[in-house]
C-alpha cells in the first residue's frame, strides 16, 4: 500500500498547525514548526490566495494527514457517513475515531497513530479476545481492547503503562492500567471529539 515517506513535520507546516504526527517531539522545542511555522518550499513566506476550494481541499487534507488515511480509503468513509442517519460530517469524523489503531492512540498506548498503527499492524492488539492486525479494524460499543500477553513485556508498552495518567483519555473510552486494556464504552458525539478540524468544509468539498 502507498504510504507518505517524506518529512511528517512538512505536513503540519504545510497546514500551517500542529498535526501530532510525531508523539513527543511535537512537544518539545525541536519541533520543526516552532522554529518554521509557514509551509514549506521556495514560496512558503508568500501570501497564498486562499479561494474557497482551497480552504475546504486544506481541511480535507488536514484529516487524512491526522488520522492517516489514504485519499481512497477517505472517499469510500465519505461515501459511508453520506449513508448514515444524520449529519455526514459528524459521521465521518466518529467513523475515523472508531478506528482501532487511533483507539489504541487515544488511549495513550502510543505516542501517535503511526506508532498506534505499527503496533496493531504487528498483531500486539486484541479485540474480544482475537488477534486483530488490521488498523483500520473499527470497534464497537462495549468492545474490549487488550494487549496480547506475550506483547506486555515489549519497550512500548511498559514506557506506555507507566505514563498512564499523564494522557487525557476522551470520556467513550476507559483504561484498565493494571491489564493494559481499553473498554469502549461508546462511539463518540462530535462533542467528544477533540480534532481541530471543520468537518463542514469537507461536506462542501466532496458536494461540489
Not at 78 to 87: S, V
Request: glycine share 6%.
Amino acid at each position: 500500500m502507498a504510504r507518505y515517506t517524506d518529512a511528517d513535520c512538512k505536513r503540519c507546516r504545510r497546514e500551517k498547525m500542529k498535526l501530532f504526527l510525531k508523539g513527543s517531539k511535537c512537544e518539545s522545542p525541536k519541533c520543526p514548526f516552532e522554529k518554521r511555522p509557514y509551509p514549506p518550499g521556495q514560496h512558503g513566506r508568500g501570501r497564498s490566495k486562499e479561494s474557497e476550494y482551497l480552504l475546504q481541499l486544506r481541511e480535507k487534507q488536514k484529516a487524512t494527514r491526522m488520522y492517516g488515511v489514504l485519499e481512497k480509503q477517505f472517499s469510500n468513509y465519505y461515501k459511508e457517513a453520506q449513508r448514515m442517519p444524520g449529519k455526514t460530517g459528524e459521521n465521518l469524523l466518529r467513523i475515523l475515531e472508531s478506528r482501532l489503531d487511533n483507539v489504541v492512540f487515544r488511549a495513550g498506548f502510543a505516542k501517535s497513530r503511526d506508532m498506534a498503527r505499527q503496533l496493531v499492524t504487528h498483531g500486539h492488539l486484541m479485540v474480544n479476545g482475537h488477534k486483530v492486525d488490521i488498523p483500520s479494524f473499527r470497534v464497537s460499543p462495549n468492545d474490549v481492547v487488550d494487549v496480547r500477553p506475550s506483547s506486555l513485556e515489549m519497550t512500548p508498552f511498559i514506557v506506555a503503562h507507566a505514563e498512564i495518567g499523564e494522557k487525557t483519555v476522551p470520556p467513550w473510552l476507559e483504561v484498565v492500567p493494571s491489564k493494559m486494556r481499553i473498554l469502549v464504552h461508546s462511539i463518540p458525539s462530535r462533542e467528544g471529539i477533540d480534532t481541530q478540524v471543520n468537518e463542514q468544509l469537507i461536506v462542501e468539498l466532496y458536494s461540489k
